[in-house]
């Protein structure tokens, strides 16, 4: 059990007779900032104190009494207005460190509940090369999977691809229309994405055509309502103001939909090819449409093609796949729920949960104003539909007790949906939780994409990293009096730190935040990267190439860590909490709370090194001690990384 842990249950104990609900109490628990105050702080007097209305002091001090750390802690103390101090014992925190020496879990044992959860993450709509859009949910649902298999969890990773949706139809009505067969022939899936692309931008342009008067006609109107309220409005009233404002954004939004019909219609106007295919294919958006439909339909020429394009679509998924070492136990996609829908329906409808509005199936959540449709007007089912039978079977086939969703946060009104609908359905066991993240940037700060505008593709992305990973592995390696890194070891290293890179660079985000793509950054040797990771782990590796010792013995001998200094009890007590970090990322599925575990770790190590001399100890036990300590540092590191499926290397 986690040191934090432990002590949240002496406490419990203790407050059981001061307090009736001491779970909020024991949430104010934590590890001091300031080793001045201790290791860990208890603020949980003052808010007692003022329920019971009495001095906040004289309620720690009755905490204390009935207090029982003596084991673990030396006499607690109370500071300023009721802060209770904890200080580790020196002889326990020695004991623990001693019991993981060598120990690549540092001491983590598997949970006592194992759950079944489900992992759907990455699953990206086929037919559409990936893109860095798919590097978050990949990266963040890979780590989540690791982790909570390494804490004893079963997880069942599966990939929940896109293969059913319009984006078919879309390719479909592109292939009839026009495919470049040898461009085909060559390589499918880019053909495909163009075709794609093209169809897209063709349904665009006439969206925007048909919608461009309208928009005038309203902009025309809002200019009006906007002049008559700027021509009433007292400037002093802050009110009137206030509804100035909004008319003027209402302004700004029409100005902004127009310019972006507009850009639309002169993107293919500027090209006299795309103008001739758009003239000629004026209902494309709704002809793309009705292919999907008939796929869904069962017509037999639409399936065909579709088991033509999806082994392709799957192949050049799992190239990449590859290449960042992400597995998955499934990859059921929406296609494969196609035949549950209709039941899924009738379901909704029988238990009173669906119902008819205007032509569509629905079901109202309380409280939700969007309805969350199930059925289109077209007799379509939708995505929601396919979220629901998913659902009825990962809880009744696979047995699952959690599911989690790795998809972008602007997608949460839909899970929101689903899991209010899905309790209502009757899986009220079930925890299913959005695991949202935010969006990638670049320098300009919109969503990354090439200059020209597109998406950029995940391999490319990765193949960059490689190569500007190789910059910063041969320059270290000729620094060096003599190069120890062949050309062949370099490359592999390369893949390494560059993959590595990416994969630290997002994960060590709060997920829910946007973050900015910069390749200095990333790899970067000092900092919060994985490139700093790296290299401390090797550097640790070369202590004990340099003085010839097997690290693997280090686990076999009886260990002894002599504390002799602020720097290796601050590391030894970093180093007895990887619990902590593990348990810090699956209570909210935060990855950021293992590199930042990693990263409070190095800056420890980095401290203890600086100060204690490993090589030239005072005494052999002093440096077998020493010994220890690093070594449980490179295993906390590798461990650590491994969890965010990060490789290190020996030698860097
Ligand atoms: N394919 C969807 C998209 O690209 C993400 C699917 C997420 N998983 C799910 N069960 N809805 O937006």
Redesign the pocket.
């Known amino acids: 059990m986690s040191i934090l842990q432990t002590l949240k249950n002496r406490f419990a104990t203790a407050l059981q007779p001061l307090s009736d609900d001491v779970a909020p109490l024991l949430d104010m628990i934590r590890s001091s900032q300031d080793p001045k105050f201790g290791d860990f702080q208890a603020n949980c007097a003052m808010p007692l104190a003022k329920q019971v209305g009495r001095p906040p002091r004289d309620v720690a001090a009755d905490i204390i009494a009935a207090l029982d750390v003596s084991d673990i802690c030396e006499a607690p103390e109370i500071a300023g207005p009721g802060f209770i101090n904890l200080k580790l014992k020196d002889a326990w925190i020695v004991e623990r460190v001693n019991s993981i020496a060598g120990d690549d879990r540092l001491g983590v044992m598997p949970v006592e509940n194992p759950r079944h959860v489900i992992v ?1 993450f990455s ?3 086929v037919a559409k090369p990936m893109h860095v859009g798919h590097l978050r949910s990949s990266v963040i649902g890979d780590a989540i999977c690791r982790t909570l298999r390494f804490a004893g969890h079963k997880v069942t990773s599966d990939n ?3 293969d059913w949706g319009t984006q078919f139809g879309m390719i479909i009505y592109g292939y009839r229309n026009f495919v470049d067969s040898a461009a085909y022939a060559a390589d499918p899936v880019a053909e495909l994405a163009r075709l794609y692309k093209l169809v897209n931008q063709l349904s665009d342009y006439h969206a925007a055509k048909q919608k461009l008067p309208q928009l005038k006609i309203s902009l025309q109107l809002q200019k009006d309502e906007l002049a008559a309220e700027q021509s009433e409005t007292d400037p002093a009233d802050k009110k009137a103001k206030k509804k100035l404002k909004s008319f003027q954004k209402a302004v700004d939004t029409t100005l902004d939909s127009i310019k972006s019909a507009e850009e639309k219609l002169a993107a293919v106007a500027a090209d006299s090819n795309l103008q001739q295919l758009a003239d000629a294919h004026p209902n494309i958006a709704r002809l793309a449409r009705a292919e999907t439909s008939k796929l869904h339909a069962g017509d037999v020429d639409n399936q065909k093609l579709w088991d033509e394009f999806l082994p392709a679509c799957l192949q050049a998924l799992q190239r990449v796949y590859d290449r960042l070492d992400i597995q998955f136990d499934m990859t059921l996609g929406e296609s494969y729920y196609n035949p549950m829908l209709a039941d899924v329906v009738s379901s909704l409808k029988d238990k009173g949960l669906a119902t008819d509005s205007d032509g569509a199936t629905c079901v109202f959540v309380e409280g939700n104003e969007a309805p969350f449709i199930v059925q289109k007007t077209d007799g379509a089912f939708t ?1 929601a539909t396919t ?1 629901l039978a ?1 659902i009825q079977y990962r809880v009744e086939q696979l047995k699952a007790d959690e599911i989690l ?1 790795v ?2 946060k602007r ?1 949460a009104e839909h899970f929101n949906l689903l899991f209010k609908t899905c309790e209502l359905w009757g899986f009220k066991d079930l925890k299913c939780q959005h695991v949202s993240f935010g969006t990638v940037m670049g320098k300009d700060g919109k969503p990354y994409k090439t200059r020209s505008g597109d998406n950029i593709g995940l391999e490319s992305l990765i193949d960059e990293a490689i190569a500007r990973a190789r910059t910063v592995v041969d320059e270290n390696d000729d620094r060096r009096e003599t190069p120890v890194l062949s050309a062949e070891d370099r490359h592999s290293v390369a893949e390494i730190v560059g993959i590595g890179g990416i994969k630290y660079a997002d994960l060590h985000h709060n997920r829910e935040s946007d973050y900015e793509f910069d390749w200095d950054k990333m790899l970067a040797t000092t900092g919060d990267t994985a490139t700093y990771m790296q290299y401390a782990y090797a550097r640790i590796c070369g202590i004990f190439r340099e003085l010839n010792i097997d690290r693997n013995a280090i686990g076999q001998a009886t260990a002894n860590v002599l504390l002799t200094g602020p720097e290796e009890r601050a590391l030894a007590l970093q180093l007895i909490q990887f619990d902590e970090a593990i348990s810090s990322v699956i209570s909210d599925y935060r990855p950021n709370q293992m590199t930042g575990w990693l990263f409070d770790a190095a800056g420890k190590f980095s401290a203890f090194y600086a100060q204690c001399s490993v090589k030239n100890a005072e005494t052999p036990e002093l440096k077998a001690s020493r010994l220890v300590l690093c070594d449980l540092m490179a295993r906390a590191i590798k461990t650590g990384l491994s969890l965010l499926a990060i490789d290190t290397a020996e030698v860097l």
């Open positions: 759907d699953s990206p709509n929940h691809i896109g995505y979220d998913t969703y998809v972008d997608q």
